[in-house]
Structure formats: structure tokens, C-alpha cells
């Protein structure tokens, strides 16, 4: 079946430093492909999303581009603040089901130090 | 504020017990997905509600039970509880059934002693 494997955490970074956390995917057809971000004590946000391959999902600094040839949605920043300080997860969701519902990765902890 | 409302955001109880869960979606939106977030699990789909139809079952215990009522309002049942069951339950809505974006609420963390 489907499924989202991310990089396990934490990870953590110093102020300013470059992020990536790594997340690909296994799926049948064309998955959407998203990352959410939970913050402390808060539900899950979308952060960003991508459609269709080679599609750049972009949204506060962070960026994913659609991989389908390596199968990957690899989160980017090029400088992290103490506020990005949140858990990240990878998900898919592939549409023609009768429920489309959302697969996630078990989510990345980031925290980010002063 | 994503406009999913759950409630309660916090709830303490003892094994054998049986709790509810309350999810009050967007407004507008008919569609309302339970997923439990566990540490040792992860993110999991439990169920789907689409205009108070049930749409699909995802990896719901028997002891657990849901239902969408008229108004859209959705109430996530969990009886028998055991330790094991402790985690962060979490509500999500959207508009339409098959597309848009899902929309999550803040959780209700449930802990059984």
C-alpha cells in the first residue's frame, strides 16, 4: 500500500543554519504530496503542498519540490529561526479512493537553538 | 485558528472506562476524519464521515465507534480503554468528500491510567 517514510529527529539546528528533512514516498499512480507542521501544543497546519511532478510547493521560507524519479518531497529553508521549532510531517494523498484520506510519515521534530 | 473545534482538549481516565470525543467541523465543511497520534504509531487513520455517512475505515479498534450527526458534528466513542489507547486524537474537515484541503483541530489527548 502507500506509504511515507521521513527522516527520523530530532534534528537540531542553530539559528540560521540550512534545513532539510528528508521525505519520500511509495505510491501507485500520481500522489499530492504535502507537508504539515504541528507546533507545540497545536493541531497540524498545512505548510505546503505539490500536485503533480516537478511542481514546487513553497510557504514561510520553506520550500519541497515533487520528485518522481527518486519518489522524494524533500523539506527545505535556507534559515531556520527558534519560531520553525515544531514537529514536521510528510504526507501523500492519493486521489481516487473512495475516502482520500491523508497518509502521513511519523514527523520530524525540529528544534532550532538561539 | 483553523475552525475546528475539539473538545475536551484534555481527559484523564481509568482503564475499562469509555469517553467521548467531540469534533465540531468548519462550517460548511461535510466531510470529518478521526486520526489517533501515538508515539509508537505515529499519525493513524481511524475513520471518515461524509454528510453522516460513513466512508472508510482505517485502523479502528472494535471497542472504538463514531458517528457524524445532522448538524456535522462528529463524536468519536472509546470504550474498554486501556493504557494503550493514551494519545492525541485528532479531528480534521473539509468541504467536499474526495478533494481540498484537510483542516486539523488542536486534539483532545486522552490519557487512561
Known amino acids: 500500500g502507500d506509504s511515507v517514510t521521513q527522516m527520523e529527529g530530532p534534528v537540531t539546528l542553530s539559528e540560521e543554519a540550512f534545513l532539510t528533512i528528508n521525505c519520500t514516498y511509495t505510491?501507485?499512480?500520481?500522489?499530492?504530496l504535502f507537508w504539515y507542521v504541528q507546533y507545540p501544543g497545536e493541531g497540524l497546519q498545512l505548510l505546503l503542498k505539490?500536485?503533480?511532478?516537478?511542481d514546487k510547493g513553497s510557504n514561510k521560507g520553506f520550500e519541497a519540490t515533487y520528485r518522481k524519479e527518486t519518489t522524494s518531497f524533500h523539506l527545505e529553508k535556507g534559515s531556520v529561526q527558534v519560531s520553525d521549532s515544531a514537529v514536521y510531517f510528510c504526507a501523500l494523498l492519493n486521489y481516487g479512493g473512495a475516502t482520500n484520506k491523508l497518509i502521513f510519515g511519523t514527523g520530524t521534530l525540529l528544534a532550532v537553538q538561539p | 485558528d483553523s475552525g475546528v473545534t475539539q473538545t475536551p482538549k484534555h481527559l484523564i481516565t481509568a482503564t475499562g472506562q469509555r469517553v467521548t470525543l467531540r469534533c465540531s467541523p468548519r462550517s460548511g465543511d461535510l466531510s470529518v476524519y478521526w486520526y489517533q497520534q501515538s508515539l509508537d504509531q505515529g499519525l493513524q487513520f481511524l475513520i471518515h464521515y461524509y454528510n453522516g455517512e460513513e466512508r472508510a475505515k482505517g485502523n479502528i479498534l472494535e471497542r472504538f465507534s463514531a458517528q457524524q450527526f445532522p448538524d456535522l458534528h462528529s463524536e468519536l466513542n472509546l470504550s474498554s480503554l486501556e493504557l494503550g489507547d493514551s494519545a492525541l486524537y485528532f479531528c480534521?474537515?473539509?468541504?467536499?468528500?474526495?478533494?481540498?484541503?484537510?483542516?486539523f483541530g488542536e486534539g483532545s489527548r486522552l490519557t487512561v491510567l
Open positions: 505510491a501507485t499512480g500520481y500522489p499530492s
Open positions: 505539490a500536485t503533480k511532478a516537478d
Open positions: 480534521a474537515s473539509r468541504l467536499a468528500q474526495n478533494t481540498g484541503e484537510l483542516f
